[in-house]
């Protein structure tokens, strides 16, 4: 099935540093892209769609200038905490749109990447 | 835009008992409703899913049932295994106008199957 390659998994860095972020779709096209953040217990927030070729599309109260999105060809999406501070520590996760199949034939599936868990000291 | 509420936040149940998740949703418009199974460490995964033209849907151990009316949707999992272990997201979305769907996320409920 379609899978989403995520990396780097875990990253640590110092405050002030910028951190960047890969999504890559393997072996199927995403011309859109998902991003997301995860605080542990809580739910899935969306912060960005990414757009091939065109400009991202911010949540509403999600800093652009902050959490910078290039969708640079069809498999690959980036996201780029600029300048980050203790408070960005998170969980993010990217996911493609794909289509089910089996039991979920035709379902509009989100396929998610592994995650990765940004620690600013 | 979109709230989803889910409960409880926490379920804990022995081997063999049925658990059930429930949601409500704000926008009426919504129309498709998948939920996501995310195991320790794992990335989520979609594991069945709903949309507005039917109540119940059934895969072998799991069923969602929807009621449009009190915009509330629930997750069934029966004779359930500690395999079934995992965190639970419902979701609501409809049709954006580019013709995709973005869903909004419940919390998410820990479920704990006790051997």
């Known amino acids: 099935g379609a899978v989403v390659s995520q990396h780097p998994s875990w990253v640590i860095c110092k405050s002030g540093t910028s951190v960047k972020i890969e999504c890559r779709s393997l072996d199927f096209q995403a011309t859109t892209m998902f991003w997301y953040r995860q605080f542990p217990k809580q739910s899935l927030m969306l912060m960005a769609t990414?757009?091939?070729?065109?400009?991202?599309?911010?949540e509403q109260g999600v800093e652009k200038d902050k959490f910078l999105i290039n969708h640079a060809s069809l498999t690959l999406s980036t996201l780029t905490v600029t300048s980050a501070h203790p408070e960005d520590s998170s969980f993010y996760i990217c996911?493609?749109?794909?289509?089910?199949?089996?039991?979920?034939?035709?379902?509009?599936?989100?396929?998610f990447g592994a995650g990765s868990r940004l620690t600013v000291l | 835009g979109e709230n989803v509420e889910q409960h409880p936040s926490t379920l804990s149940v022995q081997e063999g008992d049925s658990a059930v998740i429930k949601c409500t949703y704000s926008d009426s418009a919504s129309n498709y409703f998948p939920w996501y199974k995310q195991e320790l460490g794992k990335r989520p995964q979609l594991i069945i899913d709903i949309r507005s033209n039917v109540g119940e849907k059934k895969d072998q151990r799991i069923a969602v049932t929807l009621n449009k009316t009190a915009k509330h949707f629930s997750l069934h999992i029966t004779e359930t295994q500690p395999e079934d272990s995992a965190v639970y997201f419902c979701?609501?979305?409809?049709?954006?106008?580019?013709?995709?769907?973005?869903?909004?996320f419940g919390r998410g409920t820990s479920l704990i199957v006790h051997p």
């Open positions: 990414s757009n091939e070729g065109s400009k991202a599309t911010y």
């Open positions: 979701a609501a979305s409809k049709r954006a106008s580019g013709g995709s769907y973005i869903p909004t």
């Open positions: 996911s493609a749109r794909t289509v089910g199949g089996g039991p979920l034939s035709g379902a509009n599936v989100l396929t």
